[in-house]
């Protein structure tokens, strides 16, 4: 056949067939290759994770769902602040601190629980503890909203003054750290410093840069205030200032003096405790209000693992050390002129005495120091204690 020729039905019939088959068939199948390969050009490779860096725009957004909506203060403190302040807000969080976090429910806030006061600590921080300041995380209107979330956990109370930054001791103890001012003439500050207030009315002055007990008082704790810049200000000490030691090195060994490393504090019982160490040693200090017949003082206990060979030397401001007086029962005494006639009488048990004041630590014990300042020798003799007469001999 000549290709001039007309095509027989049964040829039309196979050609009709096979454009049906490239139009219905072929034509869809390309097309659909064509456009899921265009498609899956433009999906983002998941096996790659992309980062931008927030600013506190989008974490309003991303806390809020819109930038202008209200802001959510229990969602943000969930997310900042119930590590440690637990979820309720009653301070029993995930996190380990040295001592617990307050419990927003008791109220009491050593700082004040206004508006004022709480904005300042979540801005700024609590210098000396683990409490940081979010000022350059969260933005106004979310430190605001978290400030507005923990008042309204507070229990009901009278308002007070915005301004009071008083710091006061409730039920259980309070440790705050920061520098101290010039305890007395010649001292200096001391930059890095630490005051226990305990519920008896009691504070314990502490550097702890070389740990070293400084004195005490009594009466109202402390008022702060340093807020911005966290410890670059001095703590106001309050209540009255009953007793002071030099501030001088006290642990030695082999007559050499050992430096003290503070370890923690804890606040979990009736009086804080303070955990430090000596060379080898392991030491849990505390001190609290003690009395003895008409005698009032106070009382430091040293909980000693490890205290082979670690000596500690009764501090003195008189040039040869502390008079000893002698035993009585299980304490030994020593006394240091006061003022008009006085005595600090200071008693010491669980200590071996080597003489001039040094005591030998023991290897595991509690260590007891018991202090009587300013206290007439009649008083004394009266409550019990073994005290020099008139002509120098010591009292029966």
């Not at 088959?21 to 034509?27: A, R, S, W, Y």
């Not at 600090?344 to 007891?368: D, I, K, N, Y």
Request: with cysteine.
């Amino acid at each position: 056949m000549s290709a001039h020729e007309p095509q027989t039905m049964q040829e039309q019939v196979r050609g009709l067939g096979v454009c049906m088959f490239c139009l219905f068939i072929v034509v869809p199948i390309v097309a659909f290759v064509i456009i899921a390969l265009s498609w899956g050009m433009t999906i983002p490779d998941r096996s790659q994770p992309t980062f931008s860096q927030p600013t506190a725009e989008t974490r309003e957004v991303s806390a809020t769902g819109s930038s202008a909506g209200p802001v959510n203060g229990h969602a943000l403190f969930i997310a900042h602040c119930a590590s440690c302040h637990g979820d309720s807000g009653d301070g029993n969080g995930t996190r380990q601190l040295d001592r617990p976090a307050r419990s927003f429910l008791a109220g009491g806030f050593s700082f004040g629980d206004t508006e004022v006061s709480i904005t300042r600590v979540v801005r700024s921080g609590i210098g000396g503890t683990p409490m940081l300041g979010f000022v350059k995380t969260l933005s106004s209107r979310q430190i605001k909203a978290i400030v507005k979330h923990v008042r309204s956990l507070l229990p009901e109370r009278v308002a007070t003054n915005d301004a009071d930054s008083i710091m006061h001791v409730g039920d259980t103890p309070v440790v705050v750290r920061g520098k101290l001012p010039e305890i007395y003439l010649g001292m200096g500050n001391i930059p890095r410093g630490m005051v226990i207030g305990n519920p008896d009315g009691m504070s314990l002055m502490y550097r702890v840069d070389d740990v070293r007990f400084l004195g005490t008082r009594q009466g109202a704790f402390v008022k702060r205030t340093d807020w911005e810049g966290r410890g670059g200000t001095k703590l106001d000490l309050q209540g009255r200032l009953i007793h002071l030691v030099p501030d001088v090195p006290v642990f030695e060994a082999h007559g050499a003096p050992l430096a003290a490393q503070l370890e923690g504090t804890d606040v979990s019982g009736e009086r804080g405790v303070v955990r430090y160490s000596v060379g080898h040693a392991r030491i849990r200090e505390s001190g609290g209000a003690a009395t003895q017949g008409p005698l009032a003082g106070y009382q430091r206990s040293l909980e000693v693992r490890n205290g082979s060979g670690v000596q500690l030397r009764l501090p003195a401001w008189r040039k040869g050390g502390l008079e000893q007086l002698g035993g009585n029962g299980a304490w030994t005494w020593w006394q240091e002129p006061a003022f008009d006639g006085r005595m600090h009488f200071v008693g010491v048990r669980g200590a071996q005495p080597l003489g001039s004041g040094l005591l030998q630590l023991p290897e595991h014990g509690t260590v007891e120091i018991v202090v009587f300042p300013d206290t007439g020798i009649d008083l004394a003799a009266e409550a019990g204690l073994p005290v020099k007469q008139a002509g120098g001999g010591l009292a029966s």
